[in-house]
């Protein structure tokens, strides 16, 4: 599974999350005004919702693992670093590409 795929599965998922607790939140509310509990099909409803929550976070890891992976790797240590990182966050080496700034020698007079 590539990036931007993972990513579709990602806002599926984050969808799809939103509408089962959604489904939950208003399947207690129809209990609650009925005072009539089926704390199996709550329990049930919740299990859905879990399950959803636990593939989101599965999904979100593996993109953070990508960005990381795409982010780059410290020259010195080779620890994966994220995007726009300045330091190495194991060993301290600078990542940004040093541009050594244009100085100007004035001639030596004489
Ligand atoms: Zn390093």
Redesign the pocket.
């Known amino acids: 599974m590539n990036t931007s795929q993972l990513r579709e599965r990602r806002n599926r998922l984050a969808e799809e999350f939103a509408e089962l607790q959604w489904d939950l939140g208003g399947m207690a509310y129809e209990m609650a005004i009925r005072d009539h509990f089926r704390l199996d099909v709550i329990v049930r409803a919740a299990a859905r919702v879990q399950e959803a929550d636990a593939e989101l976070a599965e999904v979100e890891r593996l993109l953070r693992l990508e960005d990381a992976a795409a982010a780059g790797t ?1 020259p ?4 994966l670093h994220s995007r726009g990182a300045v330091f ?1 966050w ?4 600078g990542l940004m590409e040093v541009r050594p700034a244009a100085v100007s020698v004035p001639p030596s007079e004489g």
């Open positions: 410290c010195n240590c080779g620890s190495c194991q060993c301290g080496e």
